[in-house]
Protein backbone atom coordinates (compact mmCIF):
# COMPACT_ATOMS: atom_id res chain seq x y z
CA UNK A 1 0.00 0.00 0.00
CA UNK A 2 0.95 3.57 -0.48
CA UNK A 3 -0.05 6.54 1.87
CA UNK A 4 -0.32 9.74 1.58
CA UNK A 5 -0.71 12.18 4.32
CA UNK A 6 -1.75 16.12 4.44
CA UNK A 7 -2.73 18.27 7.26
CA UNK A 8 -0.04 19.11 9.03
CA UNK A 9 1.18 22.99 9.26
CA UNK A 10 1.69 25.76 11.88
CA UNK A 11 -0.97 26.90 14.64
CA UNK A 12 -0.68 28.20 18.47
CA UNK A 13 -0.68 26.58 21.53
CA UNK A 14 -5.02 25.70 21.88
CA UNK A 15 -5.50 25.50 17.99
CA UNK A 16 -6.64 22.22 16.13
CA UNK A 17 -5.16 20.40 12.50
CA UNK A 18 -6.75 17.79 10.93
CA UNK A 19 -4.89 15.56 9.33
CA UNK A 20 -6.11 12.99 6.60
CA UNK A 21 -3.97 10.00 5.05
CA UNK A 22 -5.60 7.94 2.12
CA UNK A 23 -4.06 4.44 1.67
CA UNK A 24 -3.75 3.27 -2.24
CA UNK A 25 -3.45 -0.54 -2.10
CA UNK A 26 -2.57 -3.22 -3.87
CA UNK A 27 -3.62 -6.82 -3.82
CA UNK A 28 -3.75 -7.19 0.41
CA UNK A 29 -6.24 -6.33 2.95
CA UNK A 30 -5.50 -3.29 4.88
CA UNK A 31 -6.19 -4.66 8.52
CA UNK A 32 -5.93 -1.44 10.46
CA UNK A 33 -4.57 1.88 9.83
CA UNK A 34 -3.32 5.16 12.23
CA UNK A 35 -0.95 7.69 12.98
CA UNK A 36 2.19 7.65 15.05
CA UNK A 37 4.40 10.65 15.97
CA UNK A 38 8.11 11.53 16.31
CA UNK A 39 9.80 14.70 17.92
CA UNK A 40 12.85 15.97 17.63
CA UNK A 41 15.51 13.69 19.66
CA UNK A 42 13.28 11.06 20.28
CA UNK A 43 11.68 7.61 19.22
CA UNK A 44 8.56 7.18 16.89
CA UNK A 45 5.57 6.43 19.45
CA UNK A 46 2.20 5.85 18.85
CA UNK A 47 -0.74 8.38 18.52
CA UNK A 48 -3.37 6.59 17.77
CA UNK A 49 -4.88 3.32 15.62
CA UNK A 50 -8.38 1.88 14.12
CA UNK A 51 -8.73 -1.57 13.26
CA UNK A 52 -11.47 -3.51 12.42
CA UNK A 53 -13.32 -1.13 10.49
CA UNK A 54 -13.11 1.10 13.37
CA UNK A 55 -14.51 -1.44 16.25
CA UNK A 56 -11.18 -1.26 17.37
CA UNK A 57 -9.52 2.16 18.55
CA UNK A 58 -6.38 3.07 20.66
CA UNK A 59 -5.16 6.45 21.86
CA UNK A 60 -1.63 7.08 23.53
CA UNK A 61 -2.39 8.81 26.81
CA UNK A 62 -1.43 12.34 25.39
CA UNK A 63 -3.92 11.56 23.09
CA UNK A 64 -7.27 10.83 25.58
CA UNK A 65 -9.55 13.58 25.11
CA UNK A 66 -7.41 15.90 22.58
CA UNK A 67 -7.11 13.83 19.37
CA UNK A 68 -9.73 12.10 17.43
CA UNK A 69 -8.92 9.21 15.00
CA UNK A 70 -11.53 8.25 12.50
CA UNK A 71 -11.73 6.81 9.06
CA UNK A 72 -13.58 4.90 6.05
CA UNK A 73 -11.92 1.58 5.79
CA UNK A 74 -13.81 1.20 2.24
CA UNK A 75 -11.87 4.03 1.16
CA UNK A 76 -8.67 3.15 2.86
CA UNK A 77 -8.26 7.01 4.74
CA UNK A 78 -7.76 7.64 8.18
CA UNK A 79 -7.83 11.06 9.68
CA UNK A 80 -6.98 12.81 12.70
CA UNK A 81 -8.60 15.30 14.46
CA UNK A 82 -5.78 17.26 16.91
CA UNK A 83 -7.48 19.75 19.25
CA UNK A 84 -6.46 21.44 22.11
CA UNK A 85 -2.31 21.63 20.42
CA UNK A 86 0.27 21.87 22.91
CA UNK A 87 3.98 22.60 22.26
CA UNK A 88 4.85 19.23 23.28
CA UNK A 89 2.95 17.75 19.99
CA UNK A 90 5.36 19.56 17.31
CA UNK A 91 6.66 16.09 15.68
CA UNK A 92 6.60 14.60 12.38
CA UNK A 93 3.52 13.00 12.42
CA UNK A 94 3.74 9.61 10.28
CA UNK A 95 0.27 7.74 8.68
CA UNK A 96 0.61 4.16 8.93
CA UNK A 97 -1.38 0.89 7.51
CA UNK A 98 -1.23 -2.72 8.43
CA UNK A 99 -1.55 -5.18 5.36
CA UNK A 100 -2.81 -8.71 6.49
CA UNK A 101 -2.47 -11.56 3.65
CA UNK A 102 -1.77 -15.26 3.50
CA UNK A 103 1.22 -17.07 3.12
CA UNK A 104 1.73 -20.20 1.16
CA UNK A 105 0.87 -22.45 4.33
CA UNK A 106 -2.42 -20.14 4.72
CA UNK A 107 -1.36 -18.73 8.00
CA UNK A 108 -2.46 -14.50 8.35
CA UNK A 109 0.81 -12.37 7.76
CA UNK A 110 1.13 -8.69 8.62
CA UNK A 111 3.04 -5.63 6.90
CA UNK A 112 3.16 -2.40 7.99
CA UNK A 113 4.11 0.42 5.71
CA UNK A 114 4.79 4.33 6.38
CA UNK A 115 3.57 7.21 4.63
CA UNK A 116 5.79 9.98 3.99
CA UNK A 117 5.23 12.29 7.26
CA UNK A 118 3.88 15.32 7.97
CA UNK A 119 5.14 18.07 10.17
CA UNK A 120 3.07 20.08 13.31
CA UNK A 121 4.51 22.44 14.50
CA UNK A 122 3.16 24.05 18.39
CA UNK A 123 4.20 27.51 19.07
CA UNK A 124 3.31 28.52 22.33
Known amino acids: VQLQASGGGSVQAGGSLRLSCVGI????????MGWHRQAPGKERELVASRFNGGHSINYADFAKGRFTISGDSAKNTVYLQMNDLKPEDTAIYYC??????????????????WGQGTLVTVSS
Open 96 to 113: NAEEKYLDYEGDWEFEDY
Open 25 to 32: RGTRVING
